[in-house]
């Protein structure tokens, strides 16, 4: 199995990046093969696992072919994981960049760059522009990451209709693998209403079971650079991003056994 799965939001700040790291660091021990990228110039998912002090080399430099695939992949030291940086991102790379995203080239390099991993987790900017498309179209899969506030109601449809739109089109492979909630904190009323309406609203069943609570350990993680879950303390959050991991398997699992049943009667030749 090789599948890329990009981790997306409309609105920033939400998670994505923690969901990124800690889901790709669990999917890596407990799953598969995995590569968690970070597509976002911002290098955010670079800098929260210290893979910045590693190496600053990355896709922005193999797309420029100043560097080879074995120069920006970068398998951690306890063998959980490989991660790809986006590199330094000059000014002038912006441009190319967006140019690489939208004239397929950024596809492919993500598709070839993703081969011999069971999983690649794209960690992508907020948004719906040029890189989050390009990752939308390299993909399988997308988890939209959401967290219970008010403009998230507003934000995720015209997110839902990016990926329909892709699917319907570009990419026919892609698929929503489901709506993660981030942030989570149910002693506040106001989350509880946005978490109502948000159920009212998304298709039925795409919502993950679990759910990443609010915790100060997060923020905690991004100053040390490691995963939440390797914190003293974090195994909670160890369990539930397994819980996720076996959850996503699940409903891979699931699309699998649907594609089965509609293959018709079986036949060799
Ligand atoms: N569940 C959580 N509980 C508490 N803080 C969190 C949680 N998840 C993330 N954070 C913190 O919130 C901030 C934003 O998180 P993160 O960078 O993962 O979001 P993002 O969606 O990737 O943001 P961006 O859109 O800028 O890429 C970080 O400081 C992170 O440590
Ligand atoms: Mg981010």
């Known amino acids: 199995m090789n599948r890329i799965i990009t981790i997306a939001s409309q609105k920033g700040g939400v998670g994505k990046t923690t969901t990124a790291l800690n889901l790709g660091y669990s999917m890596g021990r407990f799953g598969g093969r995995t590569l968690v990228v970070d597509l976002d110039p911002q290098n955010g998912m670079a800098i929260a696992s210290n893979l ?47 140019a690489a995203a939208w004239d397929g080239s950024l596809v492919a390099a993500l598709r070839e760059l993703g081969k011999g991993y069971h999983h690649v987790l794209i960690d992508a900017p907020a948004g719906i522009g040029g890189l989050v498309n390009a990752a939308l179209r390299a993909s399988d899969g997308v988890v939209l990451v959401a967290s219970c506030c008010p403009i998230v109601l507003q934000s995720m449809p015209a997110f839902l209709k990016l990926v329909q739109h892709i699917a319907a089109g570009e990419n026919p492979a892609l698929v929503l693998d489901g709506i993660l909630l981030s942030m989570v904190d149910r002693s506040i009323p106001a989350q509880e209403r946005v978490y109502g309406e948000l159920v009212a609203q998304v298709p039925e069943g795409a919502l993950f079971r679990s759910v990443i609570p609010f915790d100060a350990k997060f923020q905690a993680a991004c100053l040390e650079a490691v995963p939440a879950v390797l914190l003293p303390g974090g195994e909670e959050l160890a369990r539930i991003f397994l819980d996720i991991t076996v959850e996503l398997r699940e409903r891979e699992l699931a699309r699998a056994r649907s594609v089965m049943a509609s293959d018709g009667p079986p036949r060799l030749f």
């Open 52 to 98: 910045r002090n590693y190496t600053r080399l990355g896709l922005v430099d193999y797309m420029k072919r100043r560097s080879v695939a074995e120069e920006i992949l970068a398998e951690a030291r306890d063998g959980s994981m490989t991660a790809l940086g986006m590199g330094d991102v000059a000014p002038e790379d912006i441009r190319q960049l967006e």
